[in-house]
């Protein structure tokens, strides 16, 4: 089956860059795909096809995928991007997958 | 203006089975590249996926879960049912269903809008 690697936590300082990490076996030929979630509430999507934004995402959002690593971006951090957030990719083999989720923290 | 909304029982016992349903609206699940999933989510754990239908009723399921489960579409009623056997405490979680986007040659699937969820809590 395929794996989705997250770290459990990243802190970040208001106005810096966050930087959240999705390692997979050659992730790079997948489609990764980033939701938020926040306490209590349903996951929103925030990135899709490794960088696309849906409407209504802020352009602080953005998103890489190359080798073994995606990597969702937030710039200039707000107190409101304190959320967990999963990665998840579609595979052959194990359909749907999800990460196991980052807690980012906004110091 | 998508909406997913889920709805069943919040309490089950062990061994029972569990039904839920998604009652959606804003998409029709006959449209080519439409599916619906189910996600749920442990309290305090992360998002593990259960199961996708598609528009064209091929159905997916997770392959750890893959025994216990059934989705099924109602088209005309604008439903999905997801049904879990042999409910067992480590199950209690919250079970949202979520509109899927599936361009099979672009190898793109996600979900791109979610219901609330409900909490179903597996307790004697």
């Known amino acids: 089956s395929y794996v989705l690697t997250q770290p459990p936590s990243v802190s970040v300082a208001p106005g810096k860059t966050a930087r959240i990490t999705c390692g997979g076996n050659?992730?790079?030929?997948?489609?990764v795909h980033w939701y938020q979630q926040k306490p209590g509430q349903a996951p929103v999507l925030v990135i899709y096809?490794?960088?696309d934004r849906p409407s209504g995402i802020p352009e602080r959002f953005s998103g890489s995928n190359s080798g073994n690593t995606a990597t969702l971006t937030i710039s200039r951090v707000e107190a409101g991007d304190e959320a967990d957030y999963y990665c998840q990719v579609w595979d052959s083999s194990s359909d749907w997958v999800f990460g196991g989720g980052t807690k980012l923290t906004v110091l | 203006q998508i909406t997913l909304k889920e709805s069943g029982p919040t309490l089950v016992k062990p061994t029972q089975t569990l039904t839920l349903t998604c009652t959606f609206s804003?998409?029709?699940?006959?449209?080519?590249?439409?599916?619906v999933g189910w996600i749920r989510q442990p309290p305090g754990k992360a998002l593990e996926w259960l199961a996708l239908?598609?528009?064209?009723?091929?159905?997916r399921y997770s392959p750890s879960l893959k025994s216990r489960l059934t989705i099924t579409k109602d088209t005309s009623k604008n439903q999905v049912v997801l049904t879990m056997t042999n409910m067992d405490p480590v199950d209690t979680a919250t079970y949202y269903c979520a509109h899927s986007v599936v361009v099979v040659a672009a190898n793109l699937y996600y979900f791109d809008y979610w219901g609330q969820g409900t909490l179903v809590t597996v307790s004697s």
């Open positions: 239908i598609y528009w064209n009723d091929d159905k």
């Open positions: 096809y490794d960088s």
């Open positions: 804003g998409f029709s699940l006959s449209t080519s590249g439409v599916g």
């Open positions: 050659n992730i790079g030929s997948k489609s």
